[in-house]
């Protein structure tokens, strides 16, 4: 019975929705409804909340590799490379102002 109350669970609710409180919520009703008994409802809700961490958990990483592949194919900069060419312009500027400044000298001489 155990089982099917938890399959039934995750089925109708999905372990990513469950909060640590809506899933005690739940085990204290199917207490006092003697449809558990203490014991087996504390073993459902960590078993729960631990599916649901782990659900949750599978979901970011899958988001995160998402995200980096549309990244990586919209051909969108990394930071590090950002930060080279800003690098670059910096010192592109300061050698355009020198020769600017050797220039204006040698003008004004």
Avoid: F, P
């Avoid at 008994?37 to 979901?59: I, K, N, P, T, V």
């Amino acid at each position: 019975m155990l089982e099917e109350i938890q399959k039934n669970l995750i089925t109708g609710l999905g372990a990513v929705l469950l909060t640590k409180d809506k899933i005690e919520e739940v085990t204290r009703r199917l207490v006092h409804e003697a449809r558990l008994s203490r014991e087996d409802a504390d073993r459902l809700a960590d078993e729960l909340y631990h599916a649901g961490r782990r659900q949750w958990s599978s979901m970011e990483t899958s988001i995160k590799d998402a995200v980096r592949r549309t990244l990586s194919s919209v051909d969108i900069g990394s930071r590090q490379e950002l930060e080279k060419l800003q690098a670059k312009v910096n010192n592109l500027q300061k050698r355009v102002e020198l020769l600017e400044d050797t220039r204006d000298a040698a003008e004004s001489s």
